[in-house]
């Protein structure tokens, strides 16, 4: 499985960002997919999850409200829509492939990872 992250860049605070990760595999509808983050010297942190159907998603409680993740099974992508960002937002941002297709909220659910696209917000 390939995961390749994009959408990243630089935003005021307040402002909004897309995240895109396309996924290669016909198996990608039956993955859950992931979004994690890590900022300069931290740890990579949980973001959002969605389950392989898009029933059921997560989020980490700073983004609750702010983020959304959504999913096109038809396109093999997973989306991250980012809603009034921070500067403590500012982090890489990668993408993860659930082989077990639940919306896994911890790293060691992840298989798969993408490169990361880094986000960076100014306030």
Request: charged share 15%; hydrophobic share 35%; glycine share 14%.
């Amino acid at each position: 499985v390939q995961l390749q992250a994009s959408g990243g860049g630089l935003v005021q605070a307040g402002g909004s960002l897309r995240l895109s990760c396309a996924a290669s595999g016909r198996a990608f509808r039956s993955y859950g997919m992931g979004w994690f983050r890590q900022a300069p010297g931290k740890e990579r942190e949980f973001v959002a999850a969605i389950s392989w159907s898009g029933v059921t998603t997560y989020y980490a409680d700073p983004v609750k409200g702010r983020f959304t993740i959504s999913r096109d099974n038809a396109k093999n992508t997973v989306y991250l829509q980012m809603n009034g960002l921070k500067p403590e937002d500012t982090a890489v941002y990668y993408c993860a492939a659930d082989l077990a297709g639940v919306a896994g909220r911890t790293k060691n659910d992840y298989s798969y990872w993408g490169q990361g696209t880094q986000v960076t917000v100014s306030s």
